[in-house]
């Protein structure tokens, strides 16, 4: 099992940066492909990035490529995504996962492992 704990968020103009944090614990994180996922107000859930174990392999959404960067600590058990120039349209709640299989994904059901969750907002 994985515990997985966000933090970071909230309301930014457009234009602005975030970044959004998510501890992992439990059994082995530091060993699973993790990502994340957004969801906003009636839209289903939606890949952002997704990044491989060891931190050597990353890839992102079409619509955020170039703007957010994700990246890994594992010495610590962290994730985070580094979200630039935000724009209205990145408005969502962000989940952190960590993943069932060996290979990072862009497919939420090969996500075992979900965060909280976490409301961004980004007013024009």
């Known amino acids: 099992q994985v515990q997985l704990v966000q933090s970071g968020g909230g309301t930014v103009q457009a234009g602005d940066s975030l970044r959004l944090s998510c501890t992992a614990s439990?059994?082995?994180?530091?060993?699973?492909?993790m990502g994340w996922f957004r969801q906003a107000p009636g839209k289903e859930r939606e890949f952002v990035a997704r990044i491989s174990w060891n931190g050597g392999s990353t890839g992102y959404a079409d619509s955020v490529k170039g703007r957010f960067t994700i990246s890994r600590d594992n010495a610590n058990n962290l994730l985070y995504l580094q979200m630039d120039n935000l724009k209205p349209e990145d408005t969502a709640v962000y989940y952190c996962?960590?993943?069932?299989?060996?290979?990072?994904?862009?497919?939420?059901?090969?996500?075992?492992?979900w965060g909280q969750g976490t409301q961004v907002t980004v007013s024009s």
């Open positions: 439990g059994r082995a994180p530091s060993t699973k492909p």
């Open positions: 996962a960590a993943t069932k299989t060996f290979y990072s994904s862009s497919d939420s059901n090969d996500y075992a492992y």
